[in-house]
C-alpha cells in the first residue's frame, strides 16, 4: 500500500504542471489513496501485526517446528558472498534472492533483538514496542519479499503469452532492481559500489526497453476512464492536449 501510494505520488509529479491540474484528477486519486496509509494509524498497526507474525515464526523455527508458507525462507542458507550484477540482463532468480536474503536476515534480527526485551524483564507488548523500529522495517522487508514472490509467480501463472510474458518480467526486473537500488544499504555485505552501479545501468537500459510497452502495459489494467474519474491524462483515446483544452474552455475563468 505505502509502495503505490508513493508510486502514485511520483507518477503525478512526472506529469509536471499537467499532474496538477484538476482535469488530470491525479491529485483526487493520490489524496483519497491515502486514506489507506493514514486513517486510525491502520499502517502501523497492521505493520506490528506483521512483526509479531514474525517474531513467533521464528521462534517456532528455532524450537524445532518448520516454518510455512511466507516463512519458509527462515531454511534457506544465507547470502554470503558478494553478487554480481552485471550483464545485459540481470538473472530475476539472483534478485528474488536478494530480497529473500534481506527478509530473512532482518526477521532473525528482530526475534534476536525481541528476545533480549524479553529477557530483561519485558512483557510481549512492551518488548514489542522496544524493538518497534526494527519491527516495523521487518514487517516492511517480509512484505517486499513476498510482493516480489508473488510476482514472479503470478507471471508464470497468467501470462501466457510469450510477448506480454518477456514485457511484464522487463517491468518486474525494472521493480526489484529499483527497489535494491534505493535501498541498497539493506545489502551492504552482499552488493559492492560496482554492483549498485550495474543495476543503475541496468535500470536506465530497461527504461528504454518498457517505453514501447508503456502504453499496452496500462491498459491491460483495464481502468475505465469513469474508474479514473475521467483523467485528462488517463483517458483511453489518448486525446489528452484536446481533452485538457476543452475541460480549460468549461472553466468560468476562461
Not at 489524496?31 to 506490528?48: D, K, N, P
Not at 522496544?130 to 509467480?153: I, L, S
Not at 497468467?158 to 514485457?167: I, K, L, M
Request: some cysteine.
Amino acid at each position: 500500500t505505502l509502495m503505490a501510494h508513493d508510486s502514485m505520488e511520483d507518477m503525478r509529479r512526472s506529469c509536471g504542471g499537467q499532474g496538477f491540474l484538476r482535469s488530470s484528477a491525479l491529485g483526487d486519486l493520490v489524496a483519497e489513496f491515502g486514506v489507506a496509509v493514514t486513517g486510525e494509524g491502520e499502517q502501523v498497526i497492521l505493520s506490528m501485526q506483521v512483526a509479531r507474525f514474525i517474531i513467533k515464526a521464528v521462534q517456532e523455527w528455532r524450537a524445532g517446528t518448520p516454518p510455512v508458507g511466507t516463512m519458509k525462507y527462515l531454511e534457506e542458507a544465507p547470502v554470503e558472498r558478494r553478487v554480481e550484477l552485471h550483464g545485459a540482463a540481470c538473472n530475476l532468480g539472483a534478485l528474488l534472492g536478494l530480497f529473500r536474503d534481506r527478509a530473512r536476515r532482518f526477521a532473525l534480527d528482530l526475534e534476536a533483538r525481541f528476545a533480549a526485551a524479553s529477557a530483561a524483564g519485558r512483557g510481549f507488548d512492551d518488548a514489542l514496542n522496544a524493538v518497534a523500529v526494527a519491527a516495523y522495517k521487518a514487517a516492511e522487508v517480509h512484505c517486499v519479499y513476498v510482493f516480489a514472490r508473488n510476482f514472479d509467480m503470478a507471471i508464470a501463472q497468467f501470462v501466457q503469452d510469450e510477448a506480454a510474458q518477456a514485457a511484464v518480467r522487463r517491468l518486474q526486473e525494472l521493480v526489484l532492481l529499483q527497489l535494491l537500488r534505493e535501498q541498497g544499504g539493506d545489502w551492504a555485505e552482499a552488493l559492492d559500489y560496482r554492483a549498485l552501479g550495474a543495476a543503475l545501468d541496468r535500470v536506465q537500459a530497461l527504461l528504454g526497453e518498457l517505453r514501447p510497452d508503456a502504453v499496452g502495459l496500462s491498459d491491460a489494467l483495464g481502468h475505465s476512464d469513469g474508474a479514473l474519474r475521467h483523467s485528462t491524462l488517463g483517458r483511453y483515446d489518448g486525446n489528452v492536449y484536446e481533452a485538457i483544452y476543452e475541460r480549460a474552455k468549461e472553466s468560468p475563468l476562461n
